[in-house]
């Protein structure tokens, strides 16, 4: 028997596993995503991915604002869902809701838990340079991602994996995983495995200050960081005056101080090895090669560029 869902996501991450549960023979009830967001002084209201998608397959959507208030549990309580899934919905559902009669809540969590609970599992594993992370699949409990996990799945973590490919892949494979989670609670199968607690780590918010480079760092540090956060928020460090974004760099094994001009490949030293920087974004210009951005600017090689 299929079973009835509600959806809770907003990015575009959530959008091929809710693709994949709306193609199975399970039903979407309803879509519940983050309310829209005004954009250019007011002027342009701006959805969700998840609610544009819900929109041209046509489910309903709800952005409650409160969900702690009575209203928001017995409209949920009419609707008599089997399974609530979860994915990165940006709210924190209450513990009246998650004891709605009848109904699991799943969450999908991006890392192997019960490593990198939190906000931003995807960055923070490109950033400790771990070689693999994966997906959990767990019930719902009051502490934040703390819940017993019904199943995992591994995917390896590359020299190039950045924040974007990853989190494509890991959307990918959720959407596999969440059917046979479904199909098991469709069963009256599902066994839940406690986690080891005492093992926990935790994923925090990516700060807007962390996008700065730093060049007194190891050179695969500092490639990790920016892969971690391409293409969004990106990394950044000032050149001439001007704030150059890096896109793509790979470490060579050159010695130079750190923030130091080596070449005129725009190599810069590091703490340990430099970084060769081989695509770039300077303010208000569009993305281009290093090749292209040497064409037009000096680069002074010995020149240090400080960390203001």
């Not at 409209?75 to 699991?104: F, Q, T």
């Not at 974007?164 to 959307?171: G, I, P, Q």
């Not at 925090?204 to 928020?233: C, G, R, T």
């Amino acid at each position: 028997m299929a079973l009835n869902i509600i959806f809770m996501g907003t990015p575009e991450f959530a959008v091929p596993i809710l693709k994949s549960i709306h193609e199975s023979q399970h039903k979407v009830l309803e879509v519940y995503t983050q309310s829209p967001k005004k954009k250019d002084r007011g002027q342009k209201i701006n959805l969700s991915p998840i609610h544009k998608y819900s929109n041209k397959i046509n489910i309903k959507v709800s952005h409650p604002e409160n969900l702690n208030s009575e209203d928001a549990f017995k409209y949920l309580e009419k609707l008599k869902p089997d399974v609530v899934v979860v994915v990165a919905y940006g709210k924190i559902l209450p513990s009246k809701i998650l004891h709605l009669p009848g109904a699991i809540f799943l969450n999908i969590h991006a890392s192997l838990l019960p490593k990198l609970r939190g906000a931003a599992p995807i960055q923070r594993s490109i950033m400790n340079m771990d070689k693999e992370t994966g997906i959990s699949i767990m019930k719902i409990v009051e502490k934040l991602d703390a819940g017993p996990v019904m199943k995992y799945a591994k995917i390896d973590i590359n020299n190039d994996s950045t924040f974007e490919s990853l989190s494509r892949d890991m959307s990918y494979l959720s959407s596999k995983l969440i059917l046979e989670s479904l199909d098991i609670v469709e069963k009256k199968e599902e066994k839940f495995l406690e986690q080891d607690h005492s093992r926990a780590t935790y994923a925090k918010k990516i700060e807007k200050i962390e996008s700065k480079i730093i060049w007194n760092d190891q050179a695969k540090k500092i490639i990790a960081k920016i892969n971690a956060l391409h293409p969004s928020p990106g990394t950044w460090f000032e050149f001439n005056g001007s704030r150059i974004k890096i896109l793509k760099a790979t470490e060579v094994r050159k010695k130079g101080k750190p923030g130091e001009i080596i070449d005129k490949n725009f190599t810069i030293g590091c703490k340990e090895n430099s970084i060769q920087i081989l695509e770039l974004k300077k303010e208000g210009k569009n993305n281009m090669k290093t090749s292209e951005f040497i064409k037009g600017n000096n680069l002074e090689i010995g020149k240090i560029l400080y960390e203001k």
